[in-house]
């Protein structure tokens, strides 16, 4: 059995998740003679400390009760000083300046930690930084949750589709959006009346702008443009159109023609002419990629598999949850 | 760079697709520090061995003419004598014994040599048999191409969703049928003038009994029940009914309630009362697994990560060598 010792920062939507799957099984993964030990777990007030290891349901018992048992550390000194074999990062995203998540995973990574993050800010805005500095440190770097959730996508290129170059990936990668013009389509709803709807019951947030914008599905272009394509960009490198001008008259007339409207996120490097485009576009209703409700899909386009499609929930703190296990397991597998 | 050295047996369409693939590429997978050495390649005549390394590419040009430099060796003293760290065994599927690849592939595992087949045979008769064979020498046994052809399902469960207990499997597994299906459906043709067609196009065999009767699908069935749920089960544990009685008239009636028709295969413990089901099955035209054509898709219900569908070329030459080249190169890297 190998005991790894993780260190939790960030008891948001997805740490509540992580620490309650870990919870759950008592951090034994007994198949894979893979034993988890959480021997910090930070919120915004700082650490909370054991290094023989957290009972888990009970810091979650204690955080919803208001009553963590700080031990006066901040999550940064916390980060540089503490003796863990992975931080697991899953502070919100911040698409501006990526912190605090930046700064984190710049400190863990420096000192040759292996790093699991769910965010998207530090990976959208210093990708090539952190994955030098993790090469530099031997240190392993994954990041499967901040793509699509549950749904694989680094883990299912590298692995999966191991050997084969990777043509363009064009998906669906916003469950908020997918909602609405499913729903817009489906009930012949106007979009105000849907994203009205969609914030009652939790699936937009109060401000819906990062979402109906198109930005989260552009911090996504980016990171996949990066790390799947080597490419060096920045959100700002990518053409965004959102779904706040679609009307209820383009989804009849798509519907008429047999498609539906969709938020499409698309890279191609395209011989050097790169595409890094956001926008709603027809999709065939009876294409892989027309799914319904929340659900997110890609399109993976590549040269001996042909195409691929995987399609998942794209959010959730279970279904993110388990985006990180994935993730922290294979970096247990490979530990020396 | 780690120099592997393979021994092909068998040079049919997939391993003519592994070949070729190879051969494009001469065996480098520089970006992976892993160069691919073919030191022997069999077909149904015996061996052709080069310990320095075929040219494959000239090696296929050879069998195209005729001229295969065979030393004498015969396909089964290749395996049993020569040095090699993987065997890639894609001989044709003989779903009653297994054989020849059964045998290949069990003395392989006894030497202690990794094995990747597509062989979907000796996997739904002898699972148990090799998955220990292989613990026991210490080999990697693996065979990604039996399930989906391209589509990923073996490195997505254990990777991707490494850490879920999988509740469930369905999904289309035969291009065949779903091509029979889909044709029948869209353009309200009789089964026997698609099935015409189909073998025409080369998308059905000329004795199409395999396919349209479900046995294919049916033995995809037994892979997964005993490689991913643990169970020891047989090709005639599984309950099936093929495509050849659905006509026209349910299809259209499924059509008028919004519904396809797919061949679809399940595997489910549900709870020690197992479901082993290949059967017509009315599915929602908006539903991910209402794919067209020859398409493959699966729905993998899972504890954490809850649904998620992968859609992919379930045959072709090159798409099978694609999940071919996926686990030699997964071999390749924990390979010492």
Known sequence: MKTIKVLLVGLGSVGKGVAGVMADRKGNFIDRGIQFKFIGVCDSKGAVVDEN???????????????LNHNGQSTLEAIKKLDYDILVEVTPTDAKTGEPGLTYIREALQRGKNVVTSNKGPL????????????????????????????????????????????????????????????????EMPYDMVLSEAKELGIAETDPTYDVEG???????????????????????????????????????????????????????????????VAPRLVPK???????????????????????????????????????????LYIASVMK
């Open 53 to 67: 290891g957290l009972d888990l349901a009970a810091t979650l018992r204690q955080k919803s009760e208001g009553k």
């Open 215 to 277: 930005i989260d599905t552009a911090l996504k272009i980016v990171i996949l443009a990066n790390a799947i394509f080597g490419m060096d960009v920045k959100l700002s490198d990518v053409d965004i159109c959102g779904i706040s001008s679609v009307s209820l008259e383009s989804l009849k007339l798509a519907s008429d023609a047999g498609m539906v409207i969709k938020l499409i996120g698309e890279v191609n490097p395209n011989g050097g002419e790169r595409i890094l485009k």
């Open 124 to 187: 959208a805005i210093a990708y090539k930084e952190l994955n030098e500095l993790a090469h530099k440190n031997q240190a392993i770097f994954q990041y499967e949750a901040t793509v699509g959730g549950a749904m694989p996508m680094f883990n299912l290129v590298r692995g999966s589709l191991a050997g084969n170059k990777i043509n363009n990936i064009k998906g669906i990668f916003n469950g908020t959006c997918n909602y609405i013009l499913t729903r817009m389509a489906n009930e």
């Open 286 to 328: 009876e294409h892989p990629l027309a799914v319904q409700g929340t659900l997110n899909a890609a399109l993976i386009q590549t040269e001996l598999a042909g195409d691929i499609v995987i399609i998942g929930k794209g959010a959730g703190s279970i279904e993110t949850a388990s985006a990180i296990l994935s993730d922290m």
